[in-house]
Protein backbone atom coordinates (compact mmCIF):
# COMPACT_ATOMS: atom_id res chain seq x y z
CA UNK A 1 0.00 0.00 0.00
CA UNK A 2 2.69 2.20 0.62
CA UNK A 3 4.69 1.62 -2.33
CA UNK A 4 1.62 2.20 -4.24
CA UNK A 5 1.17 5.85 -3.09
CA UNK A 6 4.71 6.75 -2.85
CA UNK A 7 4.58 6.07 -6.73
CA UNK A 8 0.85 7.94 -7.06
CA UNK A 9 2.81 10.79 -5.01
CA UNK A 10 5.82 11.18 -6.81
CA UNK A 11 8.15 10.49 -3.74
CA UNK A 12 9.18 8.55 -1.09
CA UNK A 13 7.79 8.15 2.30
CA UNK A 14 9.65 9.16 5.51
CA UNK A 15 8.67 5.49 7.27
CA UNK A 16 8.87 4.95 11.03
CA UNK A 17 8.75 1.66 11.40
CA UNK A 18 7.55 0.24 14.76
CA UNK A 19 6.89 -3.02 16.41
CA UNK A 20 3.19 -4.49 15.71
CA UNK A 21 1.19 -2.06 17.85
CA UNK A 22 -1.79 -3.18 20.19
CA UNK A 23 -5.15 -3.17 18.03
CA UNK A 24 -3.15 -4.32 14.91
CA UNK A 25 -4.41 -6.93 13.01
CA UNK A 26 -2.00 -9.54 11.37
CA UNK A 27 -4.52 -10.47 9.21
CA UNK A 28 -7.72 -10.17 8.40
CA UNK A 29 -10.55 -12.93 6.84
CA UNK A 30 -12.43 -10.22 5.15
CA UNK A 31 -15.39 -11.88 3.28
CA UNK A 32 -17.17 -9.33 1.07
CA UNK A 33 -19.50 -12.22 -1.13
CA UNK A 34 -22.96 -11.78 0.89
CA UNK A 35 -22.27 -7.61 0.59
CA UNK A 36 -21.67 -8.19 -3.08
CA UNK A 37 -24.76 -10.22 -3.14
CA UNK A 38 -27.08 -8.31 -0.89
CA UNK A 39 -26.07 -5.13 -2.95
CA UNK A 40 -25.03 -5.64 -6.02
CA UNK A 41 -21.71 -3.96 -5.79
CA UNK A 42 -18.30 -5.44 -6.94
CA UNK A 43 -15.39 -2.68 -6.92
CA UNK A 44 -14.00 -2.45 -10.04
CA UNK A 45 -10.95 0.12 -9.46
CA UNK A 46 -7.81 -1.15 -8.51
CA UNK A 47 -6.09 0.34 -5.48
CA UNK A 48 -3.35 1.93 -8.02
CA UNK A 49 -5.81 3.30 -10.44
CA UNK A 50 -7.59 4.36 -6.85
CA UNK A 51 -5.36 6.08 -5.00
CA UNK A 52 -3.87 7.77 -8.29
CA UNK A 53 -7.39 9.34 -9.02
CA UNK A 54 -7.34 10.56 -5.10
CA UNK A 55 -4.05 11.98 -5.43
CA UNK A 56 -4.90 14.10 -8.20
CA UNK A 57 -7.96 14.78 -6.80
CA UNK A 58 -6.29 16.02 -3.73
CA UNK A 59 -3.71 17.98 -4.96
CA UNK A 60 -6.19 20.04 -7.63
CA UNK A 61 -8.82 20.63 -4.66
CA UNK A 62 -6.39 22.23 -2.00
CA UNK A 63 -4.01 23.51 -5.50
CA UNK A 64 -1.11 21.80 -3.83
CA UNK A 65 0.12 22.06 -7.98
CA UNK A 66 3.18 24.19 -6.20
CA UNK A 67 6.64 22.88 -7.10
CA UNK A 68 7.98 20.02 -4.19
CA UNK A 69 9.55 21.58 -1.42
CA UNK A 70 8.27 24.87 -2.03
CA UNK A 71 7.93 26.11 1.75
CA UNK A 72 5.96 29.63 0.27
CA UNK A 73 2.95 28.06 -0.49
CA UNK A 74 0.03 28.75 1.91
CA UNK A 75 -0.19 24.74 3.17
CA UNK A 76 3.30 25.13 3.95
CA UNK A 77 2.40 27.26 6.73
CA UNK A 78 -0.26 24.50 7.69
CA UNK A 79 3.03 22.57 8.31
CA UNK A 80 1.97 20.63 4.76
CA UNK A 81 5.27 20.17 3.40
CA UNK A 82 6.20 18.25 0.19
CA UNK A 83 9.39 16.95 0.58
CA UNK A 84 11.90 17.84 -2.42
CA UNK A 85 11.53 14.90 -4.52
CA UNK A 86 14.81 15.44 -7.20
CA UNK A 87 17.61 13.17 -7.29
Known amino acids: ?28 YADTVRLATDTGFRPSTSLRDGLQVFVDWYRDYFDLSFERGDVSHPSAAAGLQVPDASP
Open 1 to 28: FIETLEDALGIEAQKNLLPMQPGDVVKT
